[in-house]
């Protein structure tokens, strides 16, 4: 793909009617207090909608992002392992959808919870090894390799966070802001490096 920006902001769209527009639809949902992936618990309202018509989509535009991208990351060797294990992001999403979380996302519950729960923590785990990967890549410069440590580490501090018992009423906000950073990190990375005649640059 010559120029993949189209695909960077069509990806922050849907991810943001998703996010916002799945809340406006779930009666007492709490943006602050509750996971994402509330939005789509089993037997809550409009979960089918938002799981196959957001989540869905906001993960296989992440993968296609990613595989856009590819070709205009200058990542080799284990940064380039840790760019592809920023697949798990998509897969997380996607999976969310085909395996919801139950009423309150608890730490037990149905084999679906488990799945998701699984998930969850392959995802973070994923994503945090990936990011570290990603410092890497070769001749960028000392301050941006530890940016990719410290936006790692974040995300996994973040992540341990918003599963301790005395933040839960915080864990939805955590989350977001979890998100959010590495989410727009990634995306403003992405838009420096696609050029719009398709070449790589050095970040």
Not at 27 to 47: N, R, V
Not at 163 to 192: F, I, K, M, N
Request: with cysteine; aromatic share 10%.
């Amino acid at each position: 793909m010559r120029n993949p920006r189209w695909l960077i902001l069509l990806f922050v769209v849907v991810y943001a009617f998703m996010l916002f527009g799945g809340a406006a639809l779930k009666p007492g949902y709490s943006a602050m207090s509750q996971y994402i992936s509330e939005l789509g618990a089993t037997d809550s309202a409009h979960a089918v909608l938002i799981s196959m018509g957001g989540f869905i989509p906001v993960g296989a535009l992440a993968a296609l992002l990613l595989g856009a991208m590819a070709a205009h990351v200058p990542v080799s060797g284990a940064s380039r392992v840790g760019y592809w294990l920023l697949m798990c992001e998509p897969l997380a999403w996607i999976g969310s959808a085909l395996a919801p979380c139950d009423l309150g996302c608890p730490l037990e519950g149905s084999l679906s919870q488990a799945v998701h729960n699984l998930l969850g923590v392959f995802t973070y785990l994923g994503t945090t090894l990936g990011l570290v990967l990603l410092a890497a890549t070769p001749h960028i410069k000392l301050p941006t390799r530890l940016f990719w440590i410290a936006l790692a580490t974040i995300w996994l501090l973040l992540f341990v966070l918003m599963g301790t018992p005395p933040l839960h009423d915080w864990r939805g906000l955590l989350q977001r802001l979890s998100e959010w950073l590495v989410y727009g990190a990634l995306c403003v990375a992405a838009w420096r490096l696609a050029s719009p005649a398709g070449a790589p640059r050095r970040e």
